[in-house]
């Protein structure tokens, strides 16, 4: 019924955050693992996070979190990444809400 994130665009094998951070000595060194979150920024300033997998990828999402109300599946997908709680509270609601009207009407 309810789907949230951010649409994956792109898999790197190249690390641009050991590249700014490091030696780019792409070596396991798991820079992407910690608490700190990395973006690409482009020109008119949106923000696009990177994260990275167990085989030492980076992943490029999108700017922007895509939101879903799907009428034939029962199923809910929530994919947070860098939604704070107030933030996440918030969609937790509408996803409640939309819920509770699909269910009144």
Not at 53 to 62: K, P, V, W
Request: hydrophobic content about 25%.
């Amino acid at each position: 019924d309810f789907v949230y994130g951010r649409e994956e665009l792109m898999i790197m094998e190249y690390c641009p955050i050991n590249y700014c951070e490091k030696d780019n000595d792409k070596v396991r060194c798991s820079l992407c693992k910690g608490k700190h979150r990395y973006y690409l920024e482009d020109v008119h300033q949106r923000r696009y996070p990177l994260y990275g997998d167990e085989d030492c990828r980076i992943h490029l999402l999108s700017d922007q979190p895509y939101v879903s109300h799907k009428q034939s599946a029962d199923a809910k997908c929530l994919v947070f990444f860098d939604e704070t709680n107030d933030e996440i509270k918030d969609i937790m609601k509408k996803m409640r809400l939309d819920k509770k009207q699909e269910m009144d009407g």
